[in-house]
T-cell receptor, first 113, second 114 residues
Framework: EAEVAQSPRYKITEKSQAVAFWCDPI?????LYWYRQILGQGPELLVQ????????DSQLPKDRFSAERLKGVDSTLKIQPAELGDSAMYLC???????????FGDGTRLSIL | AQKVTQAQTEISVVEKEDVTLDCVYE???????LFWYKQPPSGELVFLIR??????QNEISGRYSWNFQKSTSSFNFTITASQVVDSAVYFC???????????FGSGTRLLVRP
């Protein structure tokens, strides 16, 4: 089992609904990442936090996606409204700092109907 | 621009065979890191190795070995005497000095048959 905790493991929802994912990084890790992995492809970074601040959200579709890490520990990624193309694996990772190896959680597999 | 190419989409071998997974990268940064991750069917990405651009020494860890060659911009991964438990998708990734953002290749699916 991964040290980075993510929930839920699976989520099925209808398009236009709201969906949220939660991530608890390894204790003491200042940097937290959210990735999206479409089936058959490598993960792509959506957003990177350093403590509670967003460092990089250039690939986050901000019209429907939002992410927060209010206390610099756990984080939530939200999609509203969900679209069919959002079906993917959403992975959270953390590292001691931005230049250290990233450790990944088990991911949340999202299916939009 | 930074890019990682894993040309092998899928490889199938019989147990105990050696197998090499290829990785070619592109970056203009002089300082960068290269990584390999393993993704079993459970979905978690398991960190295997990190290499910095100034260290071209090959590395061996048990049945795993990595060959880093800056001259060909390659960072290949070899599994010796493969086992069924090695079956997974393997990703090569690049993190460059300018952003440390991980750029992943498209992955190579390895199937080790008994």
């Amino acid at each position: 089992e991964a040290e980075v905790a993510q929930s839920p493991r699976y989520k099925i929802t209808e398009k236009s609904q709201a969906v949220a994912f939660w991530c608890d990084p390894i204790s003491g890790h200042a940097t937290l990442y959210w990735y999206r992995q479409i089936l058959g492809q490598g993960p792509e970074l959506l957003v990177q936090f350093q403590d509670e601040s967003v460092v990089d959200d250039s690939q986050l579709p901000k019209d429907r996606f939002s992410a927060e890490r209010l206390k610099g520990v756990d984080s939530t990624l939200k999609i509203q409204p969900a679209e069919l193309g959002d079906s993917a694996m959403y992975l959270c990772a953390s590292s001691l700092d931005s230049n250290q190896p990233q450790h990944f959680g088990d991911g949340t597999r999202l299916s939009i109907l | 621009a930074q890019k990682v190419t894993q040309a092998q989409t899928e490889i199938s071998v019989v147990e105990k065979e050696d197998v090499t997974l290829d990785c070619v990268y592109e970056t203009r940064d002089t300082t960068y890191y290269l990584f390999w991750y393993k993704q079993p069917p459970s979905g978690e990405l398991v960190f295997l190795i990190r290499r910095n651009s100034f260290d071209e020494q090959n590395e061996i860890s048990g049945r795993y070995s990595w060959n880093f060659q800056k001259s060909t911009s390659s960072f290949n991964f070899t599994i010796t005497a493969s086992q069924v438990v090695d079956s997974a998708v393997y990703f090569c990734a690049l993190s460059a000095d300018s952003s440390y953002k991980l750029i992943f290749g498209s992955g190579t699916r390895l199937l080790v048959r008994p």
